[in-house]
C-alpha cells in the first residue's frame, strides 16, 4: 500500500467534509515519449484496453485500488506561541462563511501542506480511465457537485460554477443535470476551453478513512 498526494480545490474540499464526494477526475497529462504513444493508441482506438492498463500501471500518479491518498488543501500555519505545538494549522474550507463576509486573508497554496499536517485521507478503491464527457449522471453526482436543495441525486438545482454566490443557479438556455454542473466546475478549475477536447482522465473512485489526520489503520 502506498501513501500518495492529491491536490483538491476548496469547494471540493468542502464536498468531501459534507460526505458528498467520493470520485475525481484529472487530467492525464504526457509526461514522457511512452505516454504519448499510449494516448496516441487511445485517440486512434488502437489497443485501447490493453494501452489503459499500461498507463495505470506504470503511470498513475494515484495508485490503485487499496493505496491510500492525503488531500493537500489551502491553509496557514504559525507557530504556536504556547509552544504546545510546534506549528497550528487552520484550513481555508473552513472559513468559506467569513471569507463570504469579507475577511481577508492570505492562504497558501495546497501543494505546500505537508503530509504530516493533512487532515483528510482517502482509500483508492477504483482507478480507471475515460473520456472526461463521458460522465453518467450518476458519476457527475459522485464528484460533489452543489445542490441548491435537498434532493441529493434526483435534485433539479445544480450550481453553475461559472457564476458566483446566488447568480450560480442560472442556467441560461442549458439543461439543469449534475453532467452539465460537473462540466461547469471542471472549467471554473481548468479554464472554460478545457472541455472542448474532451481529454483522457484518470477516473479516481475512493473512500474516506479519516477528516482529523492520518487513520492508525484502514477503515474495512
Same mark, same amino acid.
Given at each position: 500500500?502506498r501513501?500518495?498526494p492529491? +491536490?483538491?480545490?476548496? $469547494?471540493? *474540499? #468542502?464536498? %468531501?467534509?459534507a ?5 475525481t477526475r484529472?487530467?492525464?497529462k504526457?509526461? @514522457?515519449?511512452?505516454?504519448? /504513444?499510449l494516448?496516441?493508441? +487511445?485517440?486512434? =482506438?488502437?489497443r485501447v484496453?490493453?494501452?489503459k ?8 500518479p494515484y495508485?490503485?485500488a487499496g493505496?491510500? %491518498? ?5 491553509f ?6 504556547? =509552544?504546545?505545538e510546534k506549528r497550528?494549522v487552520?484550513y481555508?474550507a473552513n472559513?468559506a462563511?467569513?471569507e /463570504? =463576509?469579507g475577511?481577508k486573508t492570505?492562504?497558501k497554496?495546497s501543494?505546500h ?7 483528510i485521507?482517502? #482509500?483508492n478503491?477504483? +482507478?480507471?480511465?475515460e473520456?472526461?464527457? $463521458?460522465i453518467?449522471?450518476k ?5 460533489? *457537485?452543489e445542490?441548491?436543495?435537498s434532493?441529493?441525486?434526483n435534485g433539479?438545482e445544480?450550481?453553475?460554477y461559472l457564476?458566483?454566490? $446566488?447568480? =450560480?443557479? #442560472?442556467?441560461p438556455n442549458?439543461e439543469?443535470?449534475a453532467? @452539465?454542473?460537473?462540466?461547469?466546475l471542471w472549467?471554473h478549475?481548468?479554464g472554460?476551453?478545457?472541455?472542448n477536447?474532451n481529454?483522457?482522465?484518470?477516473? *479516481?473512485?475512493f473512500k /474516506?478513512?479519516s477528516?482529523?489526520g492520518k487513520p492508525?489503520? /484502514? *477503515?474495512a
Amino acid at each position: 500500500m502506498r501513501e500518495l498526494p492529491i +491536490l483538491f480545490s476548496t $469547494d471540493m *474540499v #468542502q464536498a %468531501l467534509l459534507a460526505g458528498r464526494k467520493t470520485q475525481t477526475r484529472r487530467e492525464i497529462k504526457s509526461r @514522457n515519449a511512452e505516454m504519448t /504513444a499510449l494516448l496516441v493508441n +487511445l485517440n486512434a =482506438g488502437i489497443r485501447v484496453d490493453e494501452s489503459k492498463a499500461e498507463l495505470i500501471r506504470c503511470f498513475s500518479p494515484y495508485g490503485v485500488a487499496g493505496d491510500w %491518498l492525503w488531500v493537500r488543501e489551502a491553509f496557514m500555519a504559525f507557530i504556536d506561541p504556547d =509552544g504546545i505545538e510546534k506549528r497550528v494549522v487552520y484550513y481555508r474550507a473552513n472559513f468559506a462563511e467569513a471569507e /463570504a =463576509g469579507g475577511m481577508k486573508t492570505k492562504w497558501k497554496p495546497s501543494i505546500h501542506l505537508k503530509k504530516e499536517e493533512s487532515r483528510i485521507w482517502l #482509500q483508492n478503491i477504483e +482507478l480507471c480511465i475515460e473520456r472526461l464527457m $463521458d460522465i453518467s449522471e450518476k458519476d457527475a453526482y459522485a464528484e460533489g *457537485v452543489e445542490t441548491w436543495n435537498s434532493l441529493g441525486f434526483n435534485g433539479d438545482e445544480y450550481r453553475n460554477y461559472l457564476l458566483k454566490g $446566488d447568480a =450560480g443557479k #442560472q442556467w441560461p438556455n442549458v439543461e439543469i443535470c449534475a453532467r @452539465n454542473s460537473f462540466s461547469t466546475l471542471w472549467q471554473h478549475i481548468n479554464g472554460e476551453e478545457s472541455t472542448n477536447s474532451n481529454p483522457w482522465v484518470w477516473v *479516481v473512485k475512493f473512500k /474516506a478513512l479519516s477528516t482529523t489526520g492520518k487513520p492508525v489503520e /484502514a *477503515v474495512a
